[in-house]
């Protein structure tokens, strides 16, 4: 085909015959096709708090639980250390909204990027020094082995809880709180402190606030991009549902030209990014106001300036990606790895910024910048681009470049690292040199018909799925041999209807002309993805492959 289809090498689970063609039975094919367990399967479909982890009710908790509650009938104020993101932000803000409910006192303090991530000795001399010695730190602590042994020696009483991977020996004398000590369910750190909360005696009667911390708690998974399975998604499908009818004046105020209808897209490319921005060019504490005020006017005000740090922070997004595009035009050569610095870039922009430039290149690209040392984020395009994997290949054939490193961790699609600034040119010239082996990537298909002859009970299955993100994507329907005829497209084919079930089921394709006119010479077997809207579902053409030629 002259437009180059199909782009993907195809994995089709298994067709619609002889398949249960009732609304569960459709769900449970395309779960079964992912390879969820029979628990999962269950947990996924039955959205209720009833079916939380039970994982999470052990030991460790019971003395979590021990202490805190100790914390709260002591005469001192708690103090709360969180984080800089919308996990941090949205876990500090659960338990601040809890402990206002009890009327009792809390101090609690934020980092802001240019502090780093994580707590540190620092924090636990702030707290001290305003005879602060019960703490409770949010979203950081798992591998703070340095701050464990000093708050021993000052005799703090301090409380862990947080949801990253354990990469030190666990001392368990510590009081941590972590999904990964049991290989628990995957939540995020405002889901930790959630279903902490909820195991409290007192909980009973806080039954007023428990809508606010659903909806905390969801923004702050969203915003993490955890799975939405087991914890998770009951968390985040109930929070949507809540924030129809938020309590929350700030978010009410934002979000109110979306309601009634709350998707995750909503939370993932309005809200996530607005709290976010307080962190990425002021400091965090004004996100956790916002979120914080129930006072209608002040809210409104606070709304009001974090979406012009928002604004801010995407007229510095598009001022440096312009920079670093000029850059790179003006390079000869094109590697298949890109490492680059960049002059003056505030700390807070660099990982959106890689980002950005991964996915319009279609390159993994680590970006950093700063004066004696450079602070840098590294991001994956996708297409099994492995950033630990490049990082360690470029250790085993380059180790003395490697111990310029000060740190670098992460995950496969995202990363963060410090390196001294005179290393930095034969980095470059190390990383720019690694290949990245390309290929034709994979697509799983999750449920293919023959043509469109489909029931309503799919239709019915796919809105029950919802929310759709990590751990849950969307799904991926193929329609084997399909012929089109009539099409309904827009005057600059910017959308195109190629069939329509009923007015809110449609099939099209976006911006694609060349498609268009390949379409009508055959019959094919086309690939959609499932979009479900407030009004419907759009399923969107991926890919296509011809099965019959029209002479």
Not at 169 to 190: E, T, Y
Not at 389 to 417: C, M, R, S, T, W
């Amino acid at each position: 085909m002259g437009c180059d289809l199909p782009k993907f090498r195809w994995k089709i689970s298994q067709s619609d015959n002889n398949i249960d063609r009732s609304l569960y039975g459709f769900i449970e094919l395309i779960l079964n096709n992912r390879c969820l367990s029979a628990d999962q399967l269950d947990r996924f479909l039955k959205i209720s708090t009833d079916n939380f982890d039970s994982r999470f009710e052990n030991d460790r908790i019971e003395r979590a639980l021990y202490t805190f509650k100790n914390m709260l009938i002591s005469d001192e104020p708690i103090g709360i250390f969180g984080d800089y993101d919308a996990d941090g932000v949205t876990s500090v803000s659960i338990l601040c909204k809890f402990l206002s409910h009890l009327n009792k006192k809390f101090v609690f303090k934020l980092p802001t990027r240019d502090d780093g991530y994580g707590v540190n000795i620092d924090v636990l001399n702030y707290f001290k020094e305003q005879n602060i010695n019960n703490i409770i730190v949010l979203d950081s602590g798992s591998n703070s082995r340095d701050v464990w042994l000093a708050g021993e020696k000052m005799g703090l009483n301090l409380l862990y809880l947080d949801h990253h991977e354990i990469l030190c020996d666990l001392d368990d004398s510590i009081n941590l709180v972590n999904p990964h000590i049991w290989d628990g369910d995957p939540l995020c750190s405002a889901g930790v402190i959630l279903r902490f909360l909820m195991l409290l005696d007192i909980f009973e009667d806080c039954y007023e606030i428990y809508p606010t911390l659903l909806e905390l708690a969801a923004i702050g998974t969203v915003g993490d991009s955890i799975e939405l399975l087991g914890d998770s998604r009951i968390i985040v499908k109930l929070g949507l549902e809540q924030l129809k009818n938020t309590t929350l004046p700030g978010i009410a105020n934002f979000l109110n030209k979306r309601m009634p209808f709350i998707t995750i897209e909503d939370l993932m490319f309005y809200l996530v990014p607005l709290i976010n921005s307080a962190g990425r060019v002021g400091k965090p504490d004004l996100a956790l106001n916002f979120l914080l005020e129930m006072e209608n006017n002040r809210s409104i005000e606070q709304c009001n300036l974090l979406e012009s740090y928002n604004n801010k922070r995407k007229s510095l997004q598009s001022q440096f990606f312009s920079i670093c595009i000029n850059h790179l035009n003006e390079n000869l050569y094109s590697p298949h790895v890109h490492f680059m610095r960049i002059d003056n870039c505030p700390k807070g922009i660099i990982g959106p910024l890689a980002s950005r430039l991964a996915c319009s290149y279609k390159r993994p690209f680590f970006l950093c910048s700063g004066e004696q040392l450079l602070y840098g984020s590294g991001r994956s395009p996708g297409n099994d681009v492995d950033l630990i994997g490049i990082f360690d290949q470029v250790k085993l054939e380059y180790p003395e470049i490697i111990e310029q490193f000060i740190n670098f961790g992460g995950h496969q699609g995202a990363v963060g690292f410090t390196i001294r600034k005179d290393a930095f040119p034969e980095i470059k010239k190390s990383f720019e040199r690694f290949r990245v082996k390309e290929s034709i990537p994979f697509l799983n298909v999750d449920i293919s018909f023959n043509g469109f002859a489909i029931d309503d009970n799919f239709f019915r299955a796919l809105r029950l799925m919802t929310p759709f993100g990590f751990g849950n994507p969307k799904v991926v329907v193929c329609t084997k041999d399909v012929e089109f005829r009539n099409l309904e497209a827009q005057k600059d084919y910017s959308e195109t209807v190629l069939y329509k079930h009923y007015n809110n089921i449609r099939w099209i394709v976006r911006n694609n002309k060349q498609i268009l006119k390949e379409l009508l010479s055959g019959r094919f077997d086309v690939v959609w993805e499932a979009k479900v809207k407030n009004d419907g579902i759009d399923f969107e053409l991926l890919d296509a492959k011809m099965v019959f030629l029209n002479c």
